[in-house]
């Protein structure tokens, strides 16, 4: 006789692998548009995309899309083959904790997990703006003026995009988020660019990215909350509830997929995200040949 129990929990972990797949190409899709605003190629194949060349600061030089590498050393070594090990920071995203990156002289940057949430949405999310003393309206940038103050709110020196180049504004799967106070007495964000005493001059206090896979499902990255915003009682949950509305409102029915860690992952598991499975990214501080530090990737990617 089945097992209802052990039938339920193998199909929980076929779901879950599921949605790792599709959380990990999602993420090589948005690293691969970064790379081509920077005018880098990167390549999908064999298992995992990769580019050649080094990538932006902060982005991987790989991301894997199958678990099936990490079960040979062979598979790795081909993987590695495929993007420059040679270059000081160079990084690795093993998007199914399998990989043993350790004897080809990497080590581990951060560990993660990756999140799903269904479509259509639980019922229990909590609300946003009726909870919060400052409501905030999100919106999408248009313009390359926005991306900057999008990204120095999100960490960029000022005047420096960081790794966002204006180019990802033509990208029709790309999407940078943003949210700003709400006006109370109209019910529109305030638009002006001036200062309001909250926030960045820009009136910035939270942003995220969203990539559109296909039409099939949107992938949350780049979530952040500025240091200001909490002056204004905003706190990680009450972006990524703002973060949900937003995508749900210009992408009904779809499913959102990212991944997180720590105080962002808790955020999102708030807010209706289930954890589905664990990702690492390794990377190289030194040359083979050399014995200095190099810049490294970092989450955000």
């Known amino acids: 006789m089945t097992d209802p129990g052990a039938a339920a929990a193998k199909a929980e972990r076929a779901d879950h692998a599921d949605w790792v797949r599709a959380a990990a190409r999602n993420n090589a899709e948005w690293c691969d548009a970064v790379c ?17 060349h080094r990538t ?10 199958t678990d099936r590498l990490g079960t040979s050393a062979d598979a790795a070594a081909d993987l590695l083959a495929r993007i420059n090990t040679a270059s000081p920071g160079c990084s690795v995203k093993d998007s199914f904790a399998r990989l043993d990156l350790a004897p080809a002289g990497f080590e581990v940057l951060f560990e993660a997990q990756w999140i799903h949430r269904p479509a259509p949405a639980p019922t229990t999310a909590p609300a946003f703006l009726g909870s919060l003393a400052h409501p905030l309206e999100w919106d999408v940038l248009t313009e390359p003026a926005d991306l900057s103050a999008w990204a120095v709110a999100w960490g960029a020196e000022p005047g420096d995009c960081g790794p966002f180049r204006p180019e990802l504004l033509a990208d029709d799967a790309t999407h940078f988020l943003r949210a700003r106070p709400a006006d109370t007495d109209t019910g529109t964000g305030t638009g002006t660019g001036t200062d309001t005493g909250t926030g960045t001059g820009t009136n910035i206090l939270a942003g995220a990215v969203a990539t559109l896979s296909g039409g099939e499902l949107v992938g949350l990255s780049n979530v952040f909350t500025t240091p200001e915003a909490a002056t204004a009682g905003i706190g990680p949950q009450d972006t990524w509830a703002g973060c949900v509305s937003a995508v749900t409102a210009r992408w009904p029915g779809l499913p959102v997929v990212g991944y997180e860690s720590g105080a962002d992952l808790e955020a999102a598991v708030a807010n209706g995200f289930r954890a589905v499975g664990p990702l690492r990214v390794w990377w190289r501080t030194v040359r083979p040949d050399a014995d200095h530090a190099g810049t490294g990737a970092a989450e955000g990617a």
Do not use: I, Q
């Open 56 to 65: 932006p600061p902060l982005y991987p030089d790989a991301v894997t899309l």
């Open 36 to 52: 081509r605003a920077h005018g880098l190629r990167g390549d999908f194949g064999d298992g995992a995309w990769a580019s050649p």
